[in-house]
C-alpha cells in the first residue's frame, strides 16, 4: 500500500473512531487502540508533510495562540429567541402561529442547551470557519479553539450540501466542568461558578492547546444555507447526524399542544437525568415552508420559541453555620440545612459565600431558606422567609478568628473572603498544603495519601513538605494502621519524587495563583527557582499571559523567609530546583521577542515541530498576521490570502531554510 492510501486510510479509520466516541457515544475500540492508531498517523505525517491536511485528528490537539480574535460577519444573521414562561404564553403564540400560515402546524420540540452559541461554516464537507454569536450580525472567529472540540466534525460524512452553516451550542458536561473545578481548587485557585460561563470563556482562550485540554462538547440544532435537502426541522435534525454532527436524540416531533406541554413538562422533570444543562425547551414550526411564512421580527423568528424553566427551590431548615478553612487560609462560610430533596438529590449543605452575602440576606441560624440550584453546581440559598423566622432569633455574626487556630482573621480591601494569616500555624493549612504538594499532578508521592498526611502532621512528625524528606521508617511505623511495608513504600515514595521534573515541583510549592500552566511558563522562562526568586513584579507582569495578580503573588512568596529556607531545604535534598540539563539543551533565546506566524507545508519538518522550535528559542507563535508580527515562515501551499496580508503590513517571509538557519 502506498503511503498517502495508508495515511488517508487511517485519517478516515480514526475520524470514524472519534465519532463513535464523541458523538454516538459508542466507542468500538479501546482507547489504547485509538492511541496507538493516532501515534502511526503522526509518525507518518511528520515523515511525509507533503500529505498535510488541516482538518487531520491528529491536529485535534491545539497548540496555536490567538491574541486577537478576528470579527467576522454571519453569512446568515443569528437570532435570538422569544421566551415564555407558562402554558398560557405558549398557547397565545400558537394562536398568532395559526392566524398567519394555512394548514396545519406541527412542531419539533428541542432542549434548550446552555452554553455559548456558535455558527460553524462547512464548505465541501470541511470545516471552514467558527464564529461566536456576537451581536448577531457579526461575531469572533473562534475556529482555531472550536477546531479542538472533538464532537465537532473537521470532514463530514455521506450527501452533505456543498456549502452550509449550522448552529449550535458549546456546553460544558457536568462531569467534566467538576474535573475542572477539581484541578483549580488544587491549584488554590477559586473554583469557576457554572458551566456555561466556563464554556463561553473557554472559546476565548489564547492558548488553543488549553481549549483542547477542557471537556467542551458542540450540540447542533439548525442549518442555514441558500437550498437545504430537507422540507421539515426535524428530517434536517437527522440529516445532521447523518453528516457526523453530534444532535442529540432527545428532540420530538409534536403534532399537538397537548404534546408540546408533555414534552415541557416531561424535561422539566428530568432534566438533571442529563450529563449537561439545560435552562429550557425550544419549540420550532416543524415546516420550513411554512418558517418562511412566518418570517422574523427584529430580534427574533416567530416560527419558535423558547420556553424557560423556573429554577428550583427547595424550601428548608438552616440548622448551623460553619466555617472552613482551605489551604491558602479562605474561610468559606457552610450553611448546614435539613436535608431536603432539590433538583434530584438530597441536599445538607449550601455555600454563603461570604459575611456580605450573609449581612445583605440576613440569614440566620433557625431561619428557613429557600435554596436554589440554578446554573452553578453548589447550591445556594437565595433568601430567607421571615414570616418563619423564630421570636428568639438573633442576626448572625460573622466570626472573627479562625475556627482552626483562633488567629484574628484578616481581609484585604476589595476581597469578599476573609483569610486566617496564621499560614504556618493553622492546621488545615499545613496539612492541605503538604496535600497539595504531593498529589498526583504536583509530586506525585506514592504510597504517601491526603489521610497520612495529616496523621502525619497531627502526630507531630513534619511541619511542611521539606519535612518529609527527613522522615525515617522508624518515625512512621508506630503511626495508626502503618504496617512496615506501607513505611518502606511511603519512604521510598519520598525519595523517588526527587526526580520530578521542576516545573513539577514549581506547581507543588503552592504559590497561590501558581496553576499547572503558569508553573511550566515560569519553569521555561526563568529555568531555575533562584532566577524566579530574584525576578522582580515587573519582569514577571512582562511575560506573556502572567498577570498582577499571580506576578504580586509570586513575589510576595520569595518574599518571605520561610520559603526561602523551604525551598533551599528542598534543594539539599536533591529535589529538582532547575530545569535539567537534557531539557535545556535545546534551548536557546535567539528568536526572543519575536513572532512567528507559520503557513503553510514544510519539508523537514513539521509544523508542529516548527512551532516547538520557535518557542524553544525563545520565540513566540501567533495564529495570524498583524502589525506585530515578525516573520511569517512560509512552506509549500502557503494560503494566498495570508501572503498578501503579509505583504500588506509589510512583514517578512521568510523559508523553512531561512527559518532553521536563523536558529542554526
Ligand atoms: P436567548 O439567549 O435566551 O435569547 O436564547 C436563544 C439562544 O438559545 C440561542 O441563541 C441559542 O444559542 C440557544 N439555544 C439552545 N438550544 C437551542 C435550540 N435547541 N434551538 C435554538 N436555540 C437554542
Ligand atoms: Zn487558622
Known sequence: MDIKQQITGLRDELRQHNYNYYVLDNPTISDY??????????????????????????????????????????????????NSYSKDDLEDWEKRIKKLVDGPVEYTCELKYDGASISLTYEQGKLIKAVTRGDGVQGDDVTINVKTIKSVPLQ??????????????????????????????????????????????????QDSAE??????????????AERLPFATQFEGLQKARDWGFKVPSEAKLAKTTDEVLDYINYWDQHRHDLPYEIDGVVIKVNNLQQQEELGYTAKSPR????????????????NKITYQVGRTGAITPVANLEPVELAGTIVKRASLHNADQIAKLDIREGDTVYVEKGGEIIPKIVGVEFSKRPPQSMPTVYITHCPECHTPLVRKEGEAQHYCPNTDGCPPQIIGRIQHFISRKAMDIEGLGGETVALL?????????????????????????????????LIKGIEASKLIPFERVLFALGVRFVGETVAKKLAKHYKSID????????????????????????????????????????????????????????????????????????????????????????????????GKTNYVVAGENMGPSKKVKAEGLGVTIISEDDFLEMIA
Not at 518515625?475 to 494502621?481: A, D, F, G, N, S
Not at 525551598?567 to 539543551?585: F, T, Y
Open 33 to 82: 487502540e485509538f492511541d496507538e492508531k493516532l501515534k502511526l498517523l503522526q509518525q507518518l505525517e511528520k515523515a511525509h508533510p507533503e500529505f498535510y491536511d488541516p482538518n487531520s485528528p491528529t491536529l485535534r490537539v491545539g497548540g496555536e495562540i490567538t491574541k486577537n480574535f478576528e470579527t467576522v460577519s454571519h453569512r446568515f444573521r443569528m437570532y435570538s429567541l422569544d
Open 457 to 489: 502532621v497531627n502526630n507531630g512528625l513534619i511541619q511542611n513538605y521539606a519535612d518529609l524528606y527527613e522522615l525515617t521508617e522508624a518515625q512512621v511505623i508506630p503511626l495508626e494502621r502503618m504496617a512496615e511495608k506501607s513505611a518502606e513504600n
Open 531 to 626: 532566577a524566579i526568586a530574584e525576578a522582580t513584579l515587573e519582569d514577571l507582569v512582562a511575560l506573556d499571559e502572567i498577570g498582577e495578580k499571580i506576578a504580586e503573588s509570586v513575589v510576595a512568596f520569595f518574599n518571605t523567609l520561610e520559603h526561602r529556607s523551604l525551598v533551599q531545604r528542598l534543594k539539599n535534598h536533591g529535589v529538582q530546583l532547575e530545569i535539567s540539563a537534557a531539557a535545556l539543551a535545546n534551548q536557546t533565546d535567539k528568536l526572543q521577542g519575536k513572532i512567528f506566524v507559520v503557513s503553510g507545508v514544510f519539508a523537514k519538518v513539521t509544523r508542529e515541530e516548527l512551532k516547538k522550535l520557535i518557542e524553544d528559542n525563545g520565540g513566540k507563535v501567533s495564529g495570524s498576521i498583524s
Open 156 to 205: 463530514l460524512m455521506g450527501d452533505y450540501p456543498d456549502s452550509f452553516d449550522i448552529r449550535g451550542e458549546i456546553i460544558l458536561p457536568l462531569k467534566g466542568f467538576e474535573a475542572m473545578n477539581e484541578e483549580r481548587v488544587e491549584a488554590g485557585e477559586d473554583p469557576y461558578r457554572n458551566p456555561r460561563n466556563t464554556a463561553s470563556g473557554s472559546l476565548k482562550l
Open 303 to 318: 416560527w419558535a420559541m423558547a420556553y424557560k424553566f423556573k429554577a428550583e427551590q427547595a424550601i428548608t431548615v438552616l
Open 211 to 224: 481549549v483542547a485540554k477542557r471537556p467542551l462538547e458542540c450540540l447542533l440544532y439548525s442549518l442555514k
